[in-house]
Every structure is written in C-alpha cells, then in structure tokens.
C-alpha cells in the first residue's frame, strides 16, 4: 500500500491556474508529518490550530512566490479531493460546500484525518522523509523552484539562471559524454542520489577543468541544490529529532521540550519572543512572521546551549534563512557582515548599515557562529 502512497504524493492535484505549482497542499502536508514528529499530532485527529497554522508558514514562505497568499485554510479544505484526506464535521453540520475561509473552517470542521494505514505508516521517520521527497515532486520543475529559491537567498538573478542551466543542462551532458547517462539534474530529488552524481562528476576531468576555469560555479551549484535539497526535506531537522526521541536518558516531558526547542516553538520560542519582542535585525513585529532559531547551530551545542534563550535570534523568513546558510554574521558591537556570496542581499530586506542590539550573554554564540560559520 506505501507504493500506492508515493505515487499519489508525487501527483497530488495542486493548483496550476497560474502556470505554476501553487506550494499551499504540499506545505500543510509538511506541516502535519512535523506535527506527527514531534507529537503534537498523537492521534489521527488534524486539529486547524495555531501549531498547524506555524508549521505551514514555516514551510510556504520558503516555497510561495510573490503573488501567493498565506491562506492554510485552503489547502485544509480541498485536500479533501485526494484519496487519503478527510474531514470530521461538527456536531449538526451537514457535508454541504461552504464559503472556505479561516472562520468557516472553525465552523463547520471539527478535524482533519488520514486513512489509517497511511497514518500509521507516518510514524516511521523514513516513510515521513521518502513521503516528503515525492511531495516536493509536485512543483512545476524541482528547477524552476530552485531558481526562485537561489533569488530568494541572495543569489543574483544571474547567479541563479547560470547555476539553473549547469544542473539541467550543462552537467547532465558531460556525464553523457562518458557513457554514465543522465537526464536533468533536477529528476534527483534526494540528497543520497545528488552527492552520488556528483562524485561521479568529480571524478571527470572535463568538470574539474571548467570549475577551475570558472572560479568553482559548477562545485557552487552542486552545493547550492543540496542545501535547496536539504532546506526542501528538512533532513537536519529530522534528524536531531529523532536523535532526542531514541534519548533513553531522557524523560517523555523533556523529550517533548527539547523538541519544541528544536524547531522554534513552545517555551523556547515564547523566551526569544520575550527576549526581542520583534524582528532583532529588521524591527517587523508581526509575530506570524517571525521564526525563532539559534545562534549556534543545534547539532553543536551542549544541552545547555540548546535551551538558552542568548543562543537563539528572532528573525523574519528571509533573514532567518540567510543567517541560517551563514550568509550574514553579526560583530560583537551588533553591526552587520554580510558574505560576498550573497549578491542580492536588499531583495530580502538587509541593508548593509543594519545593526541588531546585542545582549553580552549572546556574543560568545555569535562569535561562533562568525568565526565557525560565517562565508566571509
């Protein structure tokens, strides 16, 4: 039955009228599978609640193009055309169509629920991120979403289109040269596949004589479509969670903490939001925006460091990101360093002479991550 699941998951009827795929059913269904990791969904009962609501904004401003609406009661209404998604009424409310729209879906929806087998089989973590592979197959071209992604964390325009071109065209074409047939670069949307393919690459004179000749783009744009790749699958993520839940030596409630801490939420994300208030770098304070992360990276800190409020950064999407990816630092004193790898750094709202206000418990965090992390 999991192979019926995958097909399905990869041709998910989403909305083309645009021309494009719109990215609102695949990021609640992101949404729902972080849920399920971290226990906030325990039964098979898909509450529209406000952690539903976070985790697919969390999700659709990586994917959303300009002209698409944060709008998750959409998706949560019409994936009720696919096999698998199904909705529980309240008590007195008929199966009739309604006016879809936040309200309405509080009205008349008591909650969401999967077929069994399938929620089931979303208890195993690789079940979750193979699903989430076949989910990112869904979008127009795993290219065209790339390019937008490469703009939308600083790359330049041309950066994107060159980057663009190696991976669909240019680098597919050395390797068929040599007798290892490859189509796009894009058909591989796993992260195991991708350094396969660029190991085989590597070993190829033809890609080491034009990455030297052009100053490394081909190596850039190899890694650039992992990170999109990772960014996608949220692998990382996963990752460390299920490293906390498999942690023996810690009690439900403390796994149930340390969770919410990784991924920005509960306590930890309420103690930035006490902490910053808004935006550190750019003053926004619509709290629907704003994402809660550390400074220093998860996987390095001690336990200690993982719940400290100093070691974490109240960002919005697009800054979170670049910070994130290390494009951006920030000197003891709060002002700004931005890495001559982030061309187009106005596009995400960073202006050159920002400045945050740094708490001197934070400096010893941000010094790693300049010294450690920073591209500069």
């Given at each position: 039955m999991f192979e019926v699941y995958l097909d399905e998951f990869k041709k998910l009827n989403v909305d083309r009228s645009s021309g494009r795929a719109k990215p609102h059913k695949v990021c609640l269904l992101f949404a729902v599978f972080d849920l399920i990791e971290d226990r906030h969904i325990v039964n098979n009962e898909i509450f529209y609640d406000q952690a539903l609501k976070e985790r697919f904004t969390y999700h659709f401003e990586k994917f959303r193009a300009d002209a698409d609406k944060n709008s998750p009661f959409l998706p949560f209404y019409h994936l009720r055309s696919a096999s698998f998604w199904h909705h529980k009424l309240k008590s007195g409310?008929?199966?009739?169509?309604?006016?879809?729209?936040?309200?309405?879906?509080?009205?008349?929806?008591?909650?969401?629920?999967?077929?069994?087998?399938?929620?089931?089989?979303?208890?195993?973590?690789?079940?979750?991120?193979?699903?989430?592979?076949?989910?990112?197959?869904?979008?127009?071209?795993?290219?065209?979403?790339?390019?937008?992604?490469?703009?939308?964390?600083?790359?330049?325009?041309?950066?994107?289109?060159?980057?663009?071109?190696?991976?669909?065209?240019?680098?597919?074409?050395?390797?068929?040269?040599?007798?290892?047939?490859?189509n796009s670069l894009f058909e591989i949307s796993s992260v195991r596949e991708l350094k396969r393919m660029e190991l085989m690459l590597c070993e190829t004179e033809i890609f080491k004589e034009r990455d030297f000749i052009e100053q490394r783009m081909y190596s850039s744009a190899l890694k650039a479509y992992e990170d999109f790749l990772l960014d996608t699958t949220q692998v990382q993520l996963q990752d460390d969670i299920e490293n906390i839940l498999q942690d023996d030596t810690k009690t439900p409630t403390e796994k149930a903490v340390l969770v919410k801490t990784r991924i920005g939420q509960g306590k930890y994300r309420q103690d930035l939001i006490d902490l910053w208030g808004?935006?550190?770098?750019t003053g926004i304070e619509n709290r629907d925006?704003?994402?809660?992360?550390?400074?220093?990276?998860?996987?390095?800190?001690?336990?200690?460091?993982?719940?400290?409020?100093?070691?974490?950064?109240?960002l919005v999407a697009n800054?979170?990101?670049?910070?994130?990816?290390?494009?951006?630092?920030?000197?003891?004193?709060?002002?700004?360093?931005?890495?001559?790898?982030?061309?187009?750094?106005?596009?995400?709202?960073?202006?050159?002479?920002?400045?945050?206000?740094?708490n001197a418990n934070s400096r010893e965090y941000l010094a790693y991550h300049r010294e450690i992390l920073f591209r500069g």
């Open positions: 409310s008929t199966n009739k169509k309604f006016s879809v729209s936040d309200k309405s879906i509080g009205t008349y929806i008591e909650y969401a629920y999967l077929n069994d087998d399938l929620f089931a089989l979303l208890q195993d973590e690789k079940n979750r991120n193979t699903l989430r592979q076949c989910l990112s197959q869904n979008f127009s071209e795993l290219g065209e979403q790339f390019q937008r992604w490469a703009v939308e964390i600083g790359k330049s325009n041309e950066t994107a289109q060159n980057f663009t071109t190696a991976l669909k065209i240019t680098m597919p074409n050395w390797l068929n040269t040599l007798g290892r047939g490859a808004k935006c550190a770098l925006f704003l994402i809660a992360s550390h400074i220093k990276p998860w996987r390095d800190s001690s336990e200690e460091e993982k719940l400290d409020k100093y070691n974490g950064l109240l800054v979170d990101k670049a910070f994130d990816k290390a494009y951006i630092t920030f000197a003891d004193s709060g002002e700004i360093m931005i890495s001559d790898e982030l061309e187009e750094y106005t596009r995400l709202g960073i202006e050159a002479t920002g400045k945050l206000k740094v």
